[in-house]
Each structure stands twice: as C-alpha cells, then as structure tokens.
C-alpha cells in the first residue's frame, strides 16, 4: 500500500478518534488541551514519513500519537465503565492502560527520538545500551501499572532510575551530536535542545503534583501541567522544522526572544511587587488605600518597560543571539568610521572589507556612480 495513504490514514483515524472520545466523555476537560498535541504528533509524522521515509522519526511520532489516542479511549472506558452497574469488564486495567499511554508516548518523544535525531541513528553503538534502558524501563513501568499496588511500590523505584539513566543518555546523545557535527547539525539540535530544556524542568515538577486539585496550590500546578503539555505541543513543530531544515537559522532569534521577555517579565514583575510593598507602607501611614500604589506601580513599571527590554535584549543578543549582535557591531562600527571619512577610495575599501567580514561572500563588487559633468 501507497505510504503516504498509510501515514495520513493513520493521522486521519487517529485525529478523529480522540475527537471521539471527547464527545463520549465530555467531563475529562483535559481532552481540549490535548487535541492539538495528537493533532500535531499524528501530522508531523506523517509528513516526515512520507517526506523522509529512510528517517525513523516519522513512524516514532505516529507511534506516540497513537499511544496518547489509545490511552485516552482506554481511560474513557475506564471512567464511565467503572460507574456503571455491573461495572464494565477491565474497567480498572483500562485506567491502567490510560496512564501507560501517556508515558510511552512520553518515553517515545523525550527519549527514544533525542537518540536518533537529527538522522535517525544512533551517535554510536554504545548508545545501544541506553536503549536497552529504554525498553527495560518501560518493561517495568508497564508491570508496575498492571500488577497490585505492593509489586507497583516495589518496581517504582527501579523505573525511576531507569528512567533517569535513559533521560541522562538521550541528553548525552545530543550533546555528542551539538559538539561533533557541522553547522546545520548544530543549528539542528538548538531546536530540539530548546524544546527539551522546557521539558525536562516542567515535566518533573508536574508529576510532582498528578493531580493538580489535590497539590496546595491547584492554579500554580495546573499551569505547570499546561506549560509541560505546551511543550510536547511544539516538540514536533521543532523536530520537523530541523529534520526538514525549515528556516533552520532562525532558532537563535527564537531562542533570545524567548530568555529576554521572560527576563522582563522577572524583572518587571519584582518591581511592581518591590514599588507596591513600599508605597503601601508608607501611604498606610497617612490612612491611604492601596489603590494608590498599585497605580503608582503600575506606571513606574510602563516607564521601565522599554529601556529594560533594550538592555536586556542587548545582553541576551551577546549570548544567544551572537550572529545579529555582532552584525549589529559591525555595522556601527563601519558608520562610525564613515562619519570621519572623506576619500572615496577609503570609503570603499572599508566597505569591502566590513562586508567580507561580516558575511563572507564567495565573490564582491561594488559599483560607484561616476559624477556628472558640471
């Protein structure tokens, strides 16, 4: 059978069937959040199955998208089935088979593809061993969820050390490829090291709280589970933008933005804070609301907005963003110099030289407008 009606086939079926599940079940709200993420994995991979057959990538994301649709149609059977009367038969495995869903496609995404990316092989065979850890992880969480809640507590821990000495060899695997391969795999990883970074701090402070109506905070930890969701949200936008070299360059810029508005926001949100405790003090004082400060604060926040962003854009550039802040440089440079500049030929050697520098071109001519005869 044509491969691409097998790939979108499968996206098709996928996508519609957890639509599905969120029609039966309409109380399991998280249904909505997740639509886009399966949408995405389903479709991705389907693109880069049928665009790059010989890459992996592709079926491994079909995959996971199809391990989150079967977890969710299993948990929907298992949350109405289990209130019916008698309850349905393997209500209780189907939850099981729910929760194991959720942390193949998991295991799939921030693991096993980290290995493989960007070609689909492994950095080297002795990567194999990571894999082994992989699979004898999953082997392990999958007997923990099935089996009784005495062998579920003894094998925990043995899934959680797996677990980290597979993340920990995934994260290697992509640093050996960052430091060993060219430019465009260089560029390549950014995107999906970007993404991971996301990721690896979110996700472990989610699972702290599995229940977000049951941590101290319940707002605080459904943020976190919305902001680790997000991030398995544009995993595949990532991966296929870098596997399919999509304005590969473009991660820096990404990347810089990303640090300097959430710097401000830091900065700008301990000011407000900083300017309100303050003036609430003193204005207590003399018998005055709060409103005042808060004001107060609020304008003191607008008139530092734009000279923060400046500077920390400025300082996050020097970072993250190397190549525009030293085309930023050399272009002041060159206008400094210009301003002092009065011979032509001057002029024009500077130009071909800042440019050779700047940009490097394989070949450069410049071309002056002879002057016109008074």
Same mark, same amino acid.
């Given at each position: %059978? ?6 979108? @086939? ?13 029609? /039966? ?5 998280? =249904? ?5 993420? /399966? ?26 998208? %199809? ?5 969710? %149609?299993? @948990? ?8 019916? /009367? ?33 070609? @689909? ?49 995934? *994260?290697? *695997? ?23 970074? %996301? ?73 407000? @804070? ?7 003090? =003193? ?8 409103? =005042? ?41 060159? *206008? ?7 011979? =032509?030929?001057?002029?024009? *050697? ?25």
């Amino acid at each position: %059978m044509n491969r691409h009606v097998v790939a979108w @086939g499968i996206t098709v079926v996928g996508i519609v069937a957890y639509l599905g599940v969120g029609v /039966v079940d309409p109380s399991d709200a998280s =249904i909505l959040l997740w639509v886009p993420v /399966v949408a995405l994995f389903l479709s991705v991979g389907a693109v880069l199955w049928t665009r790059v057959p010989a890459n992996p990538i592709g079926p491994l994301f079909l995959l996971a998208g %199809m391990a989150l649709v079967l977890g969710s %149609m299993s @948990g929907a059977y298992g949350a109405i089935g289990s209130h019916q /009367v008698p309850a349905w038969p393997a209500a209780g495995l189907a939850t099981t088979v729910s929760n194991l869903g959720l942390i193949y496609a998991i295991a799939i995404s921030l693991i096993g593809i980290p290995l493989i990316f960007p070609d @689909g092989r492994l950095p080297s065979r002795r990567f194999r061993v990571v894999v082994a850890f992989l699979a004898a992880d999953l082997i392990v969480l999958t007997i923990g969820g099935a089996a009784g809640e005495e062998t579920a507590a003894l094998v925990q821990p043995v899934g959680l050390v797996l677990t980290i000495v597979a993340f920990v060899g995934a *994260a290697t *695997a992509v640093t050996i490829r960052f430091r060993r391969g060219g430019p465009t795999q260089r560029q390549q990883v950014k995107w999906l090291a970007a993404n991971a970074a %996301m990721a690896a701090i979110l996700f472990p402070i989610a699972l702290l709280n599995p229940d977000p109506e049951q941590a101290a905070i319940p707002a605080l930890a459904a943020a976190v589970w919305v902001a680790a969701i997000l991030t398995l949200l544009f995993l595949p936008v990532v991966i296929g933008v870098a596997v399919l070299r999509y304005r590969l360059y473009e991660i820096d810029r990404i990347v810089s933005r990303t640090v300097s508005y959430a710097v401000v926001t830091g900065i700008l949100a301990a000011v407000f @804070g900083v300017v309100v405790l303050v003036l609430s003090s =003193i204005l207590a004082r003399f018998g005055q609301s709060d409103s =005042i400060a808060v004001a107060a604060s609020t304008l003191a926040v607008f008139a530092i907005f734009q000279p923060v962003l400046r500077r920390v854009r400025h300082t996050v550039d020097r970072r993250f963003n190397r190549a525009r802040y030293d085309a930023e440089r050399t272009a002041s440079s060159f *206008a400094t110099r210009l301003r002092d500049e009065v011979d =032509i030929d001057s002029v024009a *050697a500077d130009l071909d030289d800042t440019v050779r520098a700047a940009i490097r071109p394989t070949d450069l001519a410049l071309w002056i407008r002879a002057r016109e005869p008074r």
